[in-house]
């Protein structure tokens, strides 16, 4: 079994064949799927595939670079469509401090109303970080002292000290086809590191292929590669990652359990 616990099913070049992606997903061992949504325009969209396909699963929330276009969010809107039986996490939000999209202190503002809406429900806060490190920590130290909620950083390519403390607040670490390029030694030597019951696998596709398929368009299927790099590196059977990985994910996301 392999979960693909983070990818964009609606989004471009995966939404024009999503059947024919599922279903080279499923050839390849994928057995569950996380489709996240970034806009609350999305998340009819994602929810519904998750109604039409039994082992795709959905998230509500807003990305950090669509956090001004969602200033009046209320914590009740996205309180309620978490209500939904195939609606298993909350996100992805966080900081994006790369690109500054939208202004860093609605960034901030948002980010806090998931956690506060994920503490309230307990379903799994999806982060997204990037050239935010000191900000994300503060906040989830912060907010995790005001009351729990589980939460993972997804697609990791922080620092190994980023890693260390979010793992000590309780995060679990998913780790996407970055982790196969050339270029990503201090990435690869955190991948080897992570304990195996907070580790995740992803996609994130449409985006970041991982070796051999850099330059595709990334498909959930691929996860089986960044999977066995992974095994690797950390010097494990393939199988026993993948069935780690899986059960690590039903652990998590509760919600989705049988």
Same mark, same amino acid.
């Given at each position: 079994?392999?979960?693909?616990?983070?990818?964009?099913?609606?989004?471009?070049?995966?939404?024009?064949?999503?059947?024919?992606?599922?279903?080279?997903?499923?050839?390849?061992?994928?057995?569950?799927?996380?489709? #996240?949504?970034?806009?609350?325009?999305?998340?009819?969209? @994602? $929810? *519904?595939?998750? !109604?039409?396909?039994? =082992?795709? %699963?959905?998230?509500?929330?807003?990305?950090?670079?669509?956090?001004?276009?969602?200033?009046?969010?209320?914590?009740? #809107?996205?309180?309620?469509?978490?209500?939904?039986?195939? @609606? $298993? *996490?909350?996100? !992805?939000?966080?900081? =994006?401090? %790369?690109?500054?999209?939208?202004?860093?202190?609605?960034?901030?503002?948002?980010?806090?109303?998931?956690?506060?809406?994920?503490?309230?429900?307990?379903?799994?806060?999806?982060?997204?970080?990037?050239?935010? !490190?000191?900000?994300?920590?503060?906040?989830?130290?912060?907010?995790?002292?005001?009351?729990?909620?589980?939460?993972?950083?997804?697609?990791?390519?922080?620092?190994?000290?980023?890693?260390?403390?979010?793992?000590?607040?309780?995060?679990?670490?998913?780790?996407?086809?970055?982790?196969?390029?050339?270029?990503?030694?201090?990435?690869?030597?955190?991948?080897?590191?992570?304990?195996?019951?907070?580790?995740?696998?992803?996609?994130?596709?449409?985006?970041?292929?991982?070796?051999?398929?850099?330059?595709?368009?990334?498909?959930?299927?691929?996860?089986?590669?960044?999977?066995?790099?992974?095994?690797?590196?950390?010097?494990?059977?393939?199988?026993?990652?993948?069935?780690?990985?899986?059960?690590?994910?039903?652990?998590?996301?509760?919600?989705?359990?049988?």
């Amino acid at each position: 079994m392999l979960v693909d616990s983070h990818c964009h099913l609606e989004y471009k070049g995966l939404v024009d064949d999503q059947a024919g992606v599922l279903s080279r997903a499923r050839e390849a061992g994928v057995r569950a799927f996380l489709n #996240i949504s970034t806009r609350q325009s999305e998340w009819d969209q @994602v $929810i *519904a595939t998750a !109604e039409r396909e039994p =082992d795709v %699963f959905a998230s509500v929330g807003i990305h950090p670079h669509e956090a001004d276009a969602h200033k009046d969010l209320g914590r009740e #809107i996205l309180r309620a469509a978490t209500h939904h039986p195939r @609606v $298993i *996490a909350i996100g !992805e939000t966080g900081l =994006d401090y %790369f690109y500054d999209h939208s202004d860093r202190d609605t960034q901030k503002r948002l980010f806090r109303m998931h956690i506060d809406v994920a503490r309230e429900t307990q379903l799994p806060l999806i982060i997204h970080t990037r050239d935010a !490190e000191d900000d994300t920590f503060a906040i989830l130290a912060d907010e995790m002292g005001k009351g729990a909620f589980p939460a993972l950083i997804h697609c990791f390519t922080a620092s190994a000290e980023f890693g260390e403390k979010v793992l000590e607040l309780g995060l679990t670490i998913s780790l996407s086809g970055i982790v196969t390029f050339k270029n990503a030694k201090a990435l690869q030597d955190v991948a080897k590191t992570v304990p195996e019951d907070r580790l995740l696998v992803e996609t994130d596709s449409p985006f970041l292929a991982p070796v051999p398929h850099r330059g595709k368009v990334c498909e959930p299927a691929y996860v089986a590669d960044t999977a066995a790099y992974i095994a690797g590196l950390r010097g494990t059977d393939v199988e026993q990652l993948k069935a780690q990985t899986s059960a690590n994910f039903f652990n998590l996301f509760r919600k989705a359990q049988p």
